[in-house]
T-cell receptor
Framework: DQQVKQNSPSLSVQEGRISILNCDYT??????FLWYKKYPAEGPTFLIS?????DKNEDGRFTVFLNKSAKHLSLHIVPSQPGDSAVYFC??????????????FGKGTLLTVNP | NAGVTQTPKFQVLKTGQSMTLQCAQD?????MYWYRQDPGMGLRLIYY???????DKGEVPNGYNVSRLNKREFSLRLESAAPSQTSVYFC???????????FGSGTQLSVL
């Protein structure tokens, strides 16, 4: 059962516009959420995170929104740049015992920013 | 430069062969992880080590073994490789909980 879902395998936007990447989760025990970015032939790199006690977190052009009642989070990139073209993974953490050490990842969304 | 180093970067095996993927970190992190990435499947946890001396199964541990050799090194062993283990393998570290995982650059493994 997939606990973290990224329902859009790909997204294409124009340079300068907003990119919105979505993520849904099913496990109500998740209490920390992260976004990772991955370029081809490289490992994923941490982008931004949010705790369940917040509903928004900003870092420069990147903002993550969390809607706990809907079990939904989104990553906004404004303005989008061609260098943002990558696969974006949503990940979640939380629960009892050992699960605190385990991140559950979504399948990823390929973002393409066109010049 | 500080980071997570994986070796080898590429490997081709025949079915039934064994091999060990190596991971070393110089970030002084306590926790280390092995993930695999398959097309359309995202990243799935194979094994993790919360701290030196401990290891635990992740989501997809079958066919793998791990060794936390010391605080710096965490190896992943395939005893008898199968085509289903063709994947890109990533080692990662974190200071404690899995927030802000730091990943290596990956090992692309093909099992024929």
């Amino acid at each position: 059962d997939q606990q973290v879902k990224q329902n859009s395998p790909s997204l294409s936007v124009q340079e300068g516009r907003i990119s919105i990447l979505n993520c849904d989760y099913t496990n109500s025990m998740f209490d920390y959420f992260l976004w990772y970015k991955k370029y081809p032939a490289e490992g994923p790199t941490f982008l931004i995170s949010i705790s369940s006690i917040k509903d928004k977190n900003e870092d420069g052009r990147f903002t993550v929104f969390l809607n706990k009642s809907a079990k939904h989070l989104s990553l906004h990139i404004v303005p989008s740049q061609p260098g943002d073209s990558a696969v974006y993974f949503c990940a979640a953490q939380g629960g009892l015992g050992g699960s605190n050490y385990k991140l559950t990842f979504g399948k990823g969304t390929l973002l393409t920013v066109n010049p | 430069n500080a980071g997570v180093t994986q070796t080898p970067k590429f490997q081709v095996l025949k079915t039934g062969q064994s091999m060990t993927l190596q991971c070393a970190q110089d970030m002084n992190h306590n926790s280390m992880y092995w993930y695999r990435q398959d097309p359309g499947m995202g990243l799935r946890l194979i094994y993790y080590s919360a701290s030196e001396g401990t290891t635990d199964k992740g989501e997809v541990p079958n066919g793998y073994n791990v060794s936390r050799l010391n605080k710096r090194e965490f190896s992943l062993r395939l005893e008898s490789a199968a085509p289903s283990q063709t994947s890109v393998y990533f080692c990662a570290t974190s200071q404690a909980r899995t927030e802000k995982l730091f990943f290596g650059s990956g090992t692309q493994l093909s099992v024929l």
